[in-house]
């Protein structure tokens, strides 16, 4: 995984080089190459090669999808959204850059995704897969995804988050588990992959996306903010919706158990070799500690 963390930065250095105006691109860098996980590139590329495609064809859609990656954060941590300061250890974009600075990064982050699937794809897969990847990414970050779940999100707001179990899931689903869905769809598209694999693997990461967002609500509860590198606790204060607030500790640690058993029996019957990545990803997010 550090080897394909190390490649895929590389490629958004490449990707997003400083250029003028040099302020806006400032604030996009810094939000885009401050670390991570990568979580979304690496799920897109192992999706391409488990299904027998060439990494590099998915590159520039893996780093298109962490461009929308650091995009959603940037205007997560917005002090009209979920107002956080911290962000991956350092000051949040709005707090280096100014509000409207870190809403125009995003914008731009976001126009500059697309048109780095355009234009870097091209010569190394067929037009239709590329417009399909493009479909496919926009459709599952906008309100039928990412974006309607973060509305459902501030919805719910705090005073007992205002739903239950379905709700939670609801939110987690689309906020979440939509960016890693759209994450293993283009890699498997772009592969070449069957309407079967790509079915499977779309339960893979949706099953991968809400375990991740399960641990962190664990995390929020059991880590201090120096450990997690953002502010930990913020939930409980307002009083939002989580897993162990609905379930307790215990049960969302089973609960995440459950999920990663589920999403690596949709990673059977491929290739054991090119499933490997993801059974690893999928095992981080179970034991990660920040």
């Known amino acids: 995984m550090l080897e394909k963390v190390t490649a895929v930065n590389q490629a958004l250095d490449s990707a997003l080089p400083l250029a003028n105006p040099i302020g806006i691109h400032e604030a996009m860098r810094y939000s885009l190459l401050s670390g991570g996980k990568r979580i979304c590139p690496i799920v897109c590329l192992a999706a391409c090669r488990l299904v027998g495609g060439d990494e590099s064809a998915a590159m520039p859609s893996a780093c298109a999808l962490e461009m929308i990656h650091a995009m959603s954060l940037m205007h997560d ?119 079967e694999e790509i079915d499977r693997l779309r339960k893979y990461s949706r099953c991968t996306g809400l375990m991740f967002q399960v641990v962190d609500d664990i995390l929020d509860v059991t880590k201090s903010s120096e450990e997690l590198g953002k502010t930990s606790g913020k939930d409980k204060v307002a009083d939002k919706m989580t897993y162990p607030k609905l379930i307790g500790i215990d049960k969302s640690r089973d609960y995440v158990h459950k999920l990663n058993k589920e999403a690596q029996d949709q990673l059977l019957g491929f290739d054991p070799e090119k499933a490997a990545p993801l059974i690893a990803l999928a095992n981080y997010i179970v034991h990660r500690q920040k």
């Open 77 to 195: 941590d917005l002090p009209c959204m979920d107002d956080d300061d911290l962000r991956r250890g350092r000051p949040s974009s709005h707090v280096v850059f100014g509000e409207r600075a870190a809403v125009l990064a995003g914008y731009a982050l976001l126009a500059r995704a697309f048109e780095h699937i355009a234009t870097a794809t091209q010569g190394t897969a067929p037009p239709g897969r590329i417009v399909r990847v493009v479909d496919e990414i926009a459709r599952l970050i906008g309100p039928e995804g990412v974006v309607g779940g973060q509305v459902a999100d501030l919805k719910c707001g705090g005073g007992g988050g205002g739903g239950g179990l379905e709700q939670l899931e609801y939110i987690h689903l689309h906020k979440t588990a939509a960016s890693v869905e759209a994450s293993a769809v283009a890699g498997a598209v772009l592969g070449g992959a069957c309407e």
